[in-house]
């Protein structure tokens, strides 16, 4: 089982649409999270940490359920410049992030 | 916000030969950098931890002796890929994060996309 697991998609949605990924991860010790955003043959970008308490950032939520060991990252009003890899990323200890696969959106008009 | 900076982008080269990519915080100082390898559509691999001032820390499966790892200042991590040979060849990434809380995201550099031919 690897440590985390992402629908790889792709994801394809017209402009305007709300989106869901999810995510998975194996180690209950995992101290914190991530999404990333990757565009094609470029570096990582954060887009946000994620907490239990839910976090948002204008069009974006992500959601941390410890129970679960489950990770979400909505989009909202999805733009053409969100098409991209959404990475999600635990830290499981030590600064050792793990990354999920990726989910490829595209979003198109 | 914090910047991290790799060098060179690109490096295409013969097998056989040792290629440095050097990878620097501009804005912060990093007691730690951590390097990564990217295979096509698959996703970041940490291959080792870059401490500054001692030995970098490897992953399981990953050649200290190919994979050369110098951390002499607060700004500046270099890896070295030793007698690189066309299996090498892959998106190499280093990280730096920001603060020494727990939590603290990673930022990246741009990457290396190195071709061995």
């Known amino acids: 089982r690897k440590e985390v697991e992402q629908d790889p998609g792709p994801f394809n949605v017209p402009e305007g649409a709300t989106v869901a990924f999810n995510c998975t991860y194996s180690?209950?010790?995992?101290?914190?999270f991530f999404w990333y955003r990757q565009d094609c043959r470029k570096e990582p970008k954060l887009l946000m940490s994620?907490?239990?308490s839910g976090n948002e950032d204008g069009r974006f939520t992500a959601q941390l359920n410890r129970a679960s060991q489950y990770i979400s990252l909505l989009i909202r009003d999805s733009k053409l410049s969100d098409s991209a890899t959404y990475l999600c990323?635990?830290?499981?200890?030590?600064?050792?992030?793990?990354f999920g696969a990726g989910t490829i959106l595209r979003v198109k008009s | 916000g914090a910047v991290v900076s790799q060098h060179p982008s690109w490096v295409i080269c013969k097998s056989g030969t040792s290629v440095k990519i050097e990878c620097r915080s501009l804005?912060?100082?990093?007691?730690?950098m951590f390097w990564y390898r990217q295979f096509p559509k698959q996703s970041l691999m940490l291959m080792a931890t870059?401490?500054?001032?001692?030995?970098?820390?490897?992953e399981q499966g990953v050649e200290k002796d190919k994979f050369l790892i110098n951390h002499a200042s607060l700004t500046l991590s270099t890896l070295t890929v030793t007698s690189a040979h066309p299996e090498d060849s892959s998106f190499y990434i280093c990280?730096?994060?920001?603060?020494?809380?727990?939590?603290?995201?990673?930022?990246f550099g741009d990457g290396t996309r190195l071709s061995i031919l």
């Open positions: 990280s730096a994060r920001v603060g020494g809380a727990r939590g603290q995201p990673q930022h």
């Open positions: 180690n209950s010790a995992s101290q914190s």
């Open positions: 994620v907490y239990s």
């Open positions: 990323v635990v830290n499981i200890g030590g600064n050792k992030l793990v």
């Open positions: 804005d912060f100082q990093a007691t730690t």
């Open positions: 870059s401490n500054e001032g001692s030995k970098a820390t490897y």
